[in-house]
Every structure is written in structure tokens, then in C-alpha cells.
């Protein structure tokens, strides 16, 4: 009996140490497998690109950093209402320009799989959104990859090589790199910055700030949605910014501050304490002649020393302490992957843009073959435009559709 049990010991060892080798050698050839392409990111931008991939055969992954597609919506907006149109009625039928009108939407061969479906609201909840986007990835069965983060993008040969979190090798022929900006933008050798709270974990309960003095600084849609949020509870708000207030329905870029966020310009205008306020007090950095202080639990702006004779300080009303400041700065897009063989430079030539650089084309400037894509409004008609461009351009054709 004691011999059994040691043969059968012996037998299941064995066994194990097969299965271990044959894992490890899985894992060697899909290391050394080649993909056609490589696309960073499960957001609407990189599914949408996915689904033109795999509508056209062609062999490709998605890489996500997170358990769940869209899972920059999980977080932000903060305050959970989006500023992207659902336009659901056009008064046409012709499904093109019923799609310029729906800001959401992704191209599909499913028409259910249409924001309309999910939200009545004209500015839906980006809850509602998360689960578009789950249903879109899942009933069409796209190849992504959960819980990957590329921390290296490197170069061998012709083929690009992106390292995940694990060490894993990713080969690919073709990046493209959809990860959005998602960095929290805080000023380098911003002078007293560190007392600010950021919009990425600032408290949503108004209750936390009923009766306080509170100083936003930025004042594009992440600040005036804060304050909108607040402005029922705080005692007063001021916002400030480096250039004048840039509102969507003077400027007719999407991107600038939408109406249905700019409360406390109306408070402003009509004299309700609120203030708005720009130059260099607005610009608390590196170049500015402002820094903030904390003195007893409460947060000062104050001159550096050297910058005596600005005058933006001499309104009474900035004397005054504030109780809390949040940092409203917006995102950029995070360059850390490429910091190896495969570099990007920022659009800007000091460093600081929140985009790299790319061509017309949105290929990266110095690097074939790997492309970039930031889009909110008319998203999947860019995403269209940009995987033509890929199906003639990039060193693995993809057939038209």
C-alpha cells in the first residue's frame, strides 16, 4: 500500500510538472506571436476601432488596464452628468446624420446597440453610458484583454513590443493608442499646490461644504461643474484661470464650457458674492506670483516674495482665507509608456502640452505605425476616417468596409 501511494505520488508529480512546462511554453510562443495590431484602451475610441478590425478579419487585441470596458466613466465626470449630446429625434430617418446627432453612439451591426436604447435623458448619466459600453463589448465579442496595463512601449526590429504590468510581452506590427487623457494635471513646481484637493477625489456631498469659502482653480467643464454642484451650499465660490472664461456657445468648440454647467456665471454676473477672476492669480505655477499658504486650518493666497508689485491681491474680498481649495486643472495624456525606445513628445515645445504630438493624420510624429486618437463629439466618424487611413497606410493593410 505505502509503494501504491508513492508511485501514484510519484505519477501525480510528474503530471504537474507537465502541465507547469507545457503553461510555460504557452506562454513563450504567445509572447513570440506577432499581432497585427495592438490598440491601448477599452473606451469608446478603441472599441470602436476593435469592432472595424474584427469586422475586416483582421488579428488584433485590445489592451485594458482595468476589470471593465469604460472604466474612465466610472469615475468622471464627477458629479455623473455627462455634457455629450443624446440626441434621440431628428426629424430624419437617414441613419448618418441621425448619428451626427448622437454623441454616444458606436458603429455597429447591431441597432440595438444605440444610446437611445439605454437613456431618455438629453445629457444621460455616465452610469448609463458604463453599461453601453459593457453591452457593446460583450454581445459583439471583442477581443479585449482585462486587467493589462502597458507600462513600456519598446521597439525590435519592425515590430513594436509592449510590456504590461506582469512582464508580459505584447508583439504587434501596428499600436494604436487609444487611452484618452486620464492624468490628473497638476503644475509642476506649483508653489503651495500640494494644499488644493483635486477634482479626482474632491467629495461630491454638498453637505461638505455648507457655509465654506472655496477657491476652484481652472474654470473649464471640471470647475464650473463643481461649483454648480456647490453653489447651493458653500458660503461664496471664486474661480480663476490663466485666460478669460471660454464658454462652448460663443466659441462653438464642444469642448469648452457647455451651458448646461455655467451656473456661477450667472451668479457672478448678477452680483451674488460668487467671483470670477484670471491673470496670474488664476495661474498658481511655476511662472506665477502666486502661492497658497495654510495658516490655521485655512489656505491664503499670498505674493512670492520676489513679486511684491503685482496688484491682484488688493481686492479686499482676496484677502480674505479660504477653507478649501480644489484643483480643477483637467487631465493629459499620460507619456510614462513611452519613455524607452519608443518616445513621444509632447504637441508643445515646452513640455507641457496635454497631447503628444502627432501628423494630420494622427500618426505619432516620429514614429510609424503607431497612432493616436482623442475624439468626443463625431467619435465614431473619426475612428471610421482614421482606420481607412490605417487600411492604405500602415504596413499591414486592412480591406475596406
Not at 458629479?79 to 431628428?90: A, C, E, G, P
Not at 493608442?177 to 494644499?195: D, F, L, Q, Y
Not at 482665507?321 to 495624456?333: M, T
Not at 504637441?347 to 494630420?360: D, E, L, V
Amino acid at each position: 500500500k505505502i509503494k501504491t501511494q508513492t508511485t501514484d505520488n510519484k505519477m501525480a508529480g510528474c503530471a504537474l510538472g507537465r502541465c507547469v512546462l507545457l503553461f510555460a511554453i504557452l506562454e513563450l510562443v504567445a509572447s513570440s506571436t506577432v499581432r497585427q495590431y495592438c490598440i491601448i484602451g477599452a473606451g469608446p475610441a478603441g472599441m470602436q476601432m476593435g469592432y472595424f478590425l474584427q469586422s475586416a478579419g483582421r488579428d488584433y487585441v485590445v489592451l485594458e488596464r482595468n476589470a471593465t470596458a469604460g472604466a474612465f466613466f466610472l469615475q468622471f465626470p464627477r458629479h455623473r452628468k455627462l455634457i455629450s449630446v443624446n440626441k434621440r429625434y431628428t426629424g430624419g430617418t437617414n441613419k448618418e446624420f441621425n448619428l451626427r446627432h448622437d454623441w454616444h453612439t458606436l458603429f455597429s451591426n447591431d441597432e440595438q446597440l444605440e444610446m437611445r436604447y439605454y437613456s431618455t435623458k438629453y445629457f444621460p448619466d455616465a452610469d448609463e453610458y458604463v453599461r453601453y459600453l459593457h453591452d457593446y463589448a460583450e454581445k459583439l465579442k471583442l477581443n479585449i484583454e482585462y486587467n493589462t496595463q502597458v507600462t513600456t512601449v519598446d521597439k525590435e526590429g519592425t515590430n513594436y513590443v509592449l510590456v504590461d504590468q506582469n512582464g508580459g510581452r505584447h508583439l504587434c506590427q501596428v499600436v494604436i493608442v487609444s487611452t484618452g487623457i486620464w492624468v490628473p494635471n497638476i503644475p509642476k513646481n506649483a508653489c503651495g499646490i500640494e494644499h488644493a484637493v483635486g477634482y479626482e477625489s474632491v467629495s461630491t456631498d454638498p453637505a461638505d461644504f455648507e457655509g465654506k469659502v472655496v477657491l476652484i482653480l481652472g474654470r473649464g467643464n471640471s470647475g464650473f461643474e463643481t461649483a454648480d454642484s456647490i453653489v447651493g451650499s458653500a458660503g461664496y465660490i471664486h474661480m480663476s484661470s490663466r485666460t478669460r472664461i471660454r464658454l462652448a456657445y460663443q466659441t462653438h468648440y464642444v469642448g469648452d464650457v457647455r451651458a448646461v454647467n455655467d451656473q456661477l456665471v450667472d451668479t457672478y454676473q448678477l452680483k451674488s458674492l460668487d467671483g470670477q477672476f484670471e491673470g496670474s492669480l488664476g495661474h498658481v505655477g511655476e511662472e506665477s506670483s502666486v502661492c497658497i499658504e495654510k495658516k490655521d486650518d485655512k489656505f491664503h493666497l499670498v505674493h512670492k516674495a520676489a513679486l511684491k508689485e503685482f496688484s491682484d491681491l488688493e481686492d479686499p474680498m482676496l484677502r480674505h482665507p479660504y477653507d478649501i481649495i480644489i484643483r480643477c486643472l483637467g487631465f493629459k495624456f499620460d507619456f510614462g509608456p513611452f519613455n524607452g525606445s519608443v518616445s513621444l513628445p509632447p504637441a508643445s515645445q515646452g513640455g507641457g502640452s496635454k497631447y503628444p504630438a502627432i501628423k494630420p493624420n494622427y500618426e505619432a510624429i516620429n514614429a510609424s505605425n503607431l497612432w493616436h486618437y482623442f475624439s468626443l463629439t463625431g467619435l465614431s466618424q473619426v475612428i471610421r476616417w482614421i482606420y481607412s487611413w490605417i487600411s492604405v497606410h500602415s504596413s499591414c493593410p486592412v480591406p475596406p468596409s
